[in-house]
């Protein structure tokens, strides 16, 4: 399955708007039926732009947003299912976000600049790419946090977790004590190389079992930055 969408011109058709419409249709979806996240917005995408004008090309590609522990699990896919239930049932928050992001943009998910709450807020954020007062952004989802991390993994290394390829997982992941280790190192480089090709970002989220995955611009026009963040504030 291709994890790219190419050839419609982003003048004739709002991209972002039909992203925001169709990524929280696709990701309940996912989330009630466990099936593939790619596929469903392979087929919405070509739908909904099949008749766009193929003047200039944008290439799209998918990435998680995910406590990393699930990969380190003996079943990561098992986990997940389990968590979606649990979502369901207690309306905790999902295991995994996934997001959209022009294929141009991947770079910039291995710069995450860590960001310390103010004031009376215990908690913190990572901001990739361009900056933006938080309430001006649009909230695209919620995941659950157990470890004390969050991660940006790619669809590969998603597909490869649900397709139920433990050991070949496990064969390209050290163990988790190296991983923490390498996560919270004075100077960490991403993508590092002990941790590729799953991996695009990992980092602390602080007193939260929550991280909170925002875009910016809100919507109309391409994304410029990407926030993940233990602060829920959102402007409807």
């Not at 990435?63 to 699990?73: A, C, G, M, Q, T």
Request: proline share 6%; aromatic share 8%.
């Amino acid at each position: 399955m291709p994890k790219h969408v190419r050839g419609w011109d982003l003048a004739e058709v709002d991209a972002l708007a039909l992203q925001d419409k169709w990524c929280k249709v696709a990701s309940e979806l996912i989330q009630r039926l466990h099936i593939s996240f790619a596929a469903i917005v392979i087929l919405i995408w070509k739908s909904v732009a099949i008749s766009a004008p193929k003047r200039s090309a944008l290439a799209l590609t998918l990435v998680y947003v995910l406590d990393p522990k699930i990969l380190f699990s003996s079943n990561p896919s098992e986990q997940i299912k389990s968590s979606i239930l649990d979502r369901q049932s207690n309306h905790v928050a999902a295991p995994y976000v996934p997001v959209i992001v022009p294929q141009k943009f991947l770079s910039q998910l291995s710069n995450g600049m860590f960001q310390l709450g103010e004031m009376d807020d215990p908690g913190n954020s990572w901001v990739f790419g361009e900056e933006g007062e938080l309430y001006e952004h649009k909230l695209l989802g919620s995941h659950k946090i157990d470890s004390g991390y969050t991660s940006i993994i790619t669809a590969e290394a998603f597909d490869e977790m649900q397709q139920g390829s433990h050991e070949s997982l496990q064969l390209k992941l050290p163990s988790w004590s190296e991983f923490v280790r390498i996560v919270t190192g004075d100077v960490v480089e991403w993508p590092h190389p002990r941790l590729q090709p799953l991996f695009l970002f990992a980092g602390a989220m602080v007193q939260s079992d929550v991280a909170n995955v925002y875009r910016n611009p809100a919507s109309g026009a391409l994304l410029k930055g990407l926030v993940i963040s233990t602060n829920a504030a959102e402007v409807d």
